[in-house]
């Protein structure tokens, strides 16, 4: 073959590459969720679905695929055809879980896709009205003339919520048991119950209950408070200076897309972010839509993994 031939093979296999990816999907999209239905997770990943699934004209089809810190769903799409027709709605858990799981069936910098954050938000540390702390202090009181006594549930180890718990362990010194659940809606049920004293909520889950009585909202965990819940101080504001954490929700696809199909993923999830009805609906559930490029979420990946090994290094958390 000469050069020529060479050049228009080329010319041939590029267009083909991005033709296919422009008209993605021409059938319908497996999202698979990472945690259980009711979860920060679920409920931004299927609003994003419904959206995409308008979008496309094809349907997108919601799977809840949990355990293990959300890496069950991740090793599904794994091992998946990087075709685009198979894609992971995960939360910051899927950043943590390199400094949790020793034997993660997946290397989470190698083995995915990175394709767009869909939102995040603050947590909310939220109790059942029978225990009768009105303020973080309260809590922090308790939990330090009670050392190793209080449960505190989390939606599994290696959850975003997991996560928000040690950082607050770290940066007050407190000893509570972590009582790891199968998802948010049963955290948020025995914590609303009393069998367990605490919960950090993603504020989407958090919010009808608060507003409807059967928790209360003690602090949030983003630096500055939310306009949902206007009367509710920061931890920071509270006394420990400088506290922030947020959960947020991210798009991948396994290893291997093309880079035309990555990048028309991600600029359809923009857009659909972006849209007036998404991005109020996203809005008044407490969580801001994500925008970010490939390359920009890729880097915030990368530094995400570091800083959640650096904090659990530092509470002591060895990879089990």
Same mark, same amino acid.
């Given at each position: ?73 991740? /090793? ?66 308790? /939990? ?29 010194? #407190?000893?509570? /048991? ?57 931890? /920071? ?79 002591? #958390?060895?990879?089990?």
């Amino acid at each position: 073959m000469n050069i020529y031939r060479l050049l228009a093979a080329c010319a041939a296999a590029l267009f083909a590459s991005v033709a296919g990816a422009q008209a993605f999907p021409t059938k319908p999209v497996r999202l698979i969720i990472a945690f259980t239905p009711g979860s920060s997770t679920d409920i931004i990943g299927r609003a994003v679905a419904a959206k995409l699934q308008e979008m496309w004209g094809q349907p997108v089809v919601a799977e809840n695929r949990v355990g293990a810190g959300g890496s069950i769903g991740s /090793a599904v799409v794994v091992k998946s055809p990087p075709d685009g027709y198979t894609l992971l709605a995960n939360s910051s858990a899927h950043v943590a879980n390199p400094g949790i799981y020793a034997n993660l069936p997946y290397d989470t910098l190698k083995d995915f896709t990175n394709l767009a954050p869909l939102g995040g938000g603050p947590n909310v540390l939220m109790v059942g009205q029978g225990v009768g702390w009105k303020t973080l202090a309260d809590f922090l009181a308790a /939990a330090k003339a009670n050392p190793g006594k209080l449960d505190f549930s989390s939606a599994g180890i290696g959850s975003g919520t997991h996560f928000n718990l040690e950082k607050l362990k770290l940066a007050t010194g #407190i000893d509570v /048991a972590h009582v790891p659940y199968k998802g948010t809606p049963e955290a948020i049920a025995d914590t609303i119950g009393g069998r367990v004293c605490c919960y950090f909520a993603p504020l989407n889950a958090a919010l009808p209950h608060v507003k409807g009585g059967r928790a209360v909202a003690l602090a949030v965990s983003s630096s500055k408070r939310s306009s949902l819940l206007p009367d509710v101080p920061t931890i /920071a504001e509270q006394g420990v200076p400088e506290f922030d954490y947020t959960l947020w929700v991210g798009l991948w696809g396994p290893a291997g897309m093309s880079a035309e199909l990555a990048n028309k993923i991600n600029r359809d999830v923009n857009a659909a972010l972006a849209s007036t009805d998404l991005r109020d609906r996203l809005t008044n559930l407490g969580t801001l839509p994500g925008n970010m490029t490939i390359a920009e979420f890729t880097e915030y990946v990368r530094k995400e993994v570091e800083d959640t090994q650096r904090v659990l290094k530092a509470a002591g #958390i060895k990879p089990q």
